[in-house]
């Protein structure tokens, strides 16, 4: 103390006893709180700001009062307000609910020095029940004397909050002393006028051509025609039935022999997954079935490799799922439930969480013997977006956890019959062709029931399956086996179906021999006179009909005779799927101190880098969005998303609850380190099985993918841009979604800081491409 303007403590406390007693009357504050509503745990949220662009050096305000939180008097221990703006202070804190006046002075003091300290002029501020009161707009501080009078203009806001906000606002605090500066943005606004624009010069602006920023995508997905991601025809590989392996590889398929047996040379898609690593899938029920790849045994699906003595003393691999291990955590979800259910294996169990599991364990106690399959059997004339439904409807299904299986029947017959096949193969006077296009389709839905025997739950049965005749002798197979759900695609719009027509001529693996495109319609189009000649709408069993639904409005969805769980979901994702072409970019927040420190989880604000990229971020999609009139950004309810997206200015923001990150429980705030060392086996359960490893009283991945569900079907159904600026975990389980990634593989996908992913939206799936905006 000591210097000129500085009081006592003592006289400060002095001070403030006097004024306390006599105060009363005058003016409110902003927020003004009910003693009432205090009732019931709610605390009084404070909220002070002070203004003035004058003040220089290392002066900073400070707040000192009553309450211990704010140095019970000691200006040692007075609270720093954090600068907000260049002339503007701000502090938040909570005050217990039993205070009935909360006393305070603000003060001016270095942040980490005792002197000088500079007292304001005047009685004590009184707060009472969230109400200032007094004359308490300015306070006036004497600086060098008594010859400068420093004015600060002086904001108050009070709210009322409920303990679990406070819970997790209080941490925050305590650990950073670095109080949301967000609260009081409602979940949904707008900044349109440009307050503070980019700010020339400060490294924010980005260069014109955006181009210069884009960066390989590690994973891209395969540039595959969709039905060559299509299951392997297991029948056609057993018997023998196959052309060349030359043929084989065409179509993506590794011959079985060829298959190496070290684990790092082996490369297998168990789970049938599209991914262009992995080209060989095998499937088996029963021994006969069994594929024999040199030193491969399989069991099942999804899984790690692990070296296994077979009974000939030959080395093979043993495909565990990591379920059902006794030693697997608590936290682990509905999958360790399944040997308590009678269940038998744990393997019968989806790999999944929240409704999925649920929904998977009544069917298993309560269904009939089918209700656990189910098959979705296409039906449609060519170039209707059959495949296309097949494939999209796949990757949801396997997100949401279920073991799901998208089988091509011209998979089967290109594979049996070659891919030059004219109009003629199509005639419906022709009889062998009809009987060679039967047969490989039976074929197709045998290997899907053997699947679905082995474990599988949904199978995509993808073909014309235009005739009455040809469906039911499907029916007919899947007695007792699966239920069957027909999915209808019906287009009226002769442009859509022209444009599907050039696109198929040019992608199927059809016409891929045929250089002469004039030749190729010309065929493409008798086929299809071919099949429209006996073409039969679907009028019989449970069936779907999407009616024009390519433009995301207008158009049909007829349903009939559906009900359960899986149909329902399946009904839904498709009356919000349409074809209309944008980008979705998905973008981290910019990096946050508890980034900077390695500290999980968290509530605290962006670093100097992670403010840099907010700037940036906003000038790239100013540039990259400004030919778009409707857009929106998507942020969680976390400050760190939503100061990234602060400076973005006229398209409105939205906070959606399910984009916060994984909620790391008893963890939150520690560093990986610091978990290793006090919570070991916590921190090995978690290594073991990250994917369901749930933290304690926190989620797993699992967890995160269910709550995400909304946001992706609302993503489907958006068909303006939407930028997404979310977290590590949580894009990790976005992004799978779009690059239909194994959900094994979700919890260690690369998912960098300042790197936009931006996904294209369009009529012939999904593309992605990068931007890196800052190192
Ligand atoms: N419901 C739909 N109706 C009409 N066209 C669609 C639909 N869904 C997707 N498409 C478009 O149809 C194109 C060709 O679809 P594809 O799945 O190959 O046809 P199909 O399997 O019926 O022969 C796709 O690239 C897509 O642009
Ligand atoms: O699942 P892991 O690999 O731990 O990644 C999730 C973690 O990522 C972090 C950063 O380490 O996300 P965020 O970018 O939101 O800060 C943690 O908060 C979160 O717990």
Redesign the pocket.
Known sequence: MGTSGSKSIDGIGAEAAGVGAAGGGGEAGEGAASPEAWHGGAQLYVSLKMENARISGDLVPHVCGSEPIIGSWDPARALAMERELASMWQLSFVVPPDHETLDFKFLLKPKDAATPCIIEEGPTRLLTGGMLEGDVRVALFKHNGDDEVLEFRVFNKADIVSPLELAASWRVYKENFQPSRVRGIPDISINVAPTHGTEEGSGATLELDLEHYVVPTPTAPPNEY??NLAATPASLIQTGALQTNDMLLNYGIQSPSSVSAGPSSVSADFDGHSNHKKNIETWATDSSKKIQTSGLVESKSVGTFTPLQKPDGQKGMFIDRGVGSPKLPKSTSACSLASGLGFGSAKTMPEAAGAVAAAAVADRLHGSKEDGKLAIV?V?????????????LTRYLRWLGHETRHF?V?KYRRLKHGANLSADFFRDDNPEGIEARNEVAALAMEDMIDWMHGGGQVGIF?A?NSTRKRRCMLMKMAEGNCKIIFLE???N?PS??E???R??IQ??PDYADQPDYEAGLQDFMERLMNYEKVYEPVGEGSYIK?I???KGQGGQLQVNNISGYLPGRIVFFLVN?H?TPRPILLTRHGESLHNVRGRVGGDTVLSEAGELYAKKLANFIEKRLKSEKTATIWTSTLQRTILTASPILGFPKIQWRALDEINSGVCDGMTYEEIKKTMPEEFESRRKDKLRYRYPRGESYLDVIQRLEPVIIELERQRAPVVVISHQAVLRALYAYFADRPLREVPDIEMPLHTIIEIQM????VEEKRYKLMD
């Not at 449609?380 to 999209?392: D, M």
């Not at 369009?762 to 799936?765: I, L, N």
């Open positions: 969709p039905a296409l449609g004339l060519p170039a209707r977006g059959k495949t296309f439904t097949a494939v999209k091509n011209g993808d014309t695609t019906i287009c719009d859509i179906i444009r599907n027509i696109l198929k992608q199927s999407m024009d639904m390519v799927s074809l369009g009529v012939t799936g």
